[in-house]
């Protein structure tokens, strides 16, 4: 998957093992659930964590750890 790194201002391809998805709250109620695929990767000797925010259908097919 794809992610843009904003420190490096670059986008950065992370294998889908290095991937989880994560349910942010941004609000109260079920209607205030945003999706994201967040990796912690090593890219230029930076440790970086870096956040995709996707749809709920892209959140289902995922097929890798929530957490």
Not at 37 to 49: L, M, Q
Request: charge should be positive; proline fraction near 3%.
């Amino acid at each position: 998957m794809e992610f843009y790194s904003v420190k490096h201002r670059e986008k950065i391809n992370v294998p889908d093992n290095d991937i989880k998805k994560r349910k942010f709250n941004s609000g109260e109620g079920e209607g205030r659930i945003r999706y994201a695929a967040v990796a912690e990767v090593t890219h230029k000797g930076d440790s970086v964590k870096l956040t995709k925010f996707i749809n709920k259908a892209t959140y289902d097919e995922l097929k890798v750890p929530e957490i």
